[in-house]
């Protein structure tokens, strides 16, 4: 049985290639500065606190996984399956906070993980 992956590999650079998380590092950006206060009524409370010396870091985290289906055709005998296969993101987003101001941020994730993220500062800056 030979598997048809090429319509699913071209499918995930195509959609690879539209989705970037420029637009949520630059929001990150426009934190740089701000008090706390600015960084809970973007994203909300965080998940959990750390201090670290003098700094606090904010700590924000989503993950999960999602089913899908791939079609697979069957070259003997022309038959069309569809196969389940899961899918996982995640998004660990750190912000630091020196002296009451946003002074660093770092993030390890995916698009889907790190989209709820993206959707609450675009929201806090497009007010």
Avoid at 82 to 101: A, E, Q, R
């Amino acid at each position: 049985m030979h598997i048809r992956l090429l319509p699913l590999l071209s499918a995930s650079l195509l959609l690879g290639g539209c989705f970037t998380l420029e637009p949520f590092q630059e929001n990150l950006d426009r934190l740089y500065g701000k008090p706390s206060s600015a960084v809970v009524a973007a994203l909300g409370y965080p998940d959990s606190t750390s201090e670290v010396g003098d700094e606090v870091v904010y700590q924000y985290g989503n993950s999960g996984s999602s089913t899908t289906f791939m079609s697979q055709t069957d070259y003997n005998t022309g038959a069309i399956s569809m196969t389940p296969y899961t899918v996982g993101y995640s998004c660990n987003l750190k912000i630091i906070i020196d002296n009451g101001f946003v002074r660093h941020w770092e993030y390890r994730g995916d698009y889907t993980g790190c989209e709820p993220y993206m959707e609450r500062l675009n929201s806090y800056f497009s007010k």
